[in-house]
């Protein structure tokens, strides 16, 4: 569950040091509103590997309203995630927070 907009900010500032692949981040969250924020940047790993993010988030209801995330390395972008439906697809048809995105790294 994403957690209130303190907590949020809170977790995305600290995220190299609660996981220590990370080399630097580069990640921002502006608020929009005094109920929703957008988080944008890039957080950097090991072997040129870079996480560049996008997230709107409604806080009143707790849900992601917008994202994209890539994953690459140097240049070449390895996988992406975005919010366009994926029918075809169930794995993808719900979105994927930064908070779960570290295990693909």
């Known amino acids: 569950m994403i957690p209130d907009l303190p907590e949020y900010e809170k977790y995305v500032y600290s ?3 609660t996981h220590p692949s990370i080399i630097s981040s ?3 969250v502006k608020r929009t509103s005094a109920h929703s924020a957008q988080t944008v940047g890039i957080i950097y790993f090991n072997k040129d590997i870079t996480l560049h993010v ?3 988030i409604d ?3 707790h849900e992601i309203i917008d994202y994209s995330y890539e994953i690459r390395q140097g240049f070449e972008k390895l996988y992406w995630y975005d919010c366009w439906p994926h029918a075809d697809d169930p794995e993808w048809a719900s979105p994927i927070h930064i908070i779960n995105i570290f ?3």
């Open 15 to 17: 995220l190299p040091e």
């Open 26 to 28: 580069h990640l921002i």
């Open 54 to 56: 996008l997230e709107t």
């Open 59 to 61: 806080f009143i209801d």
């Open 103 to 105: 295990h693909l790294i």
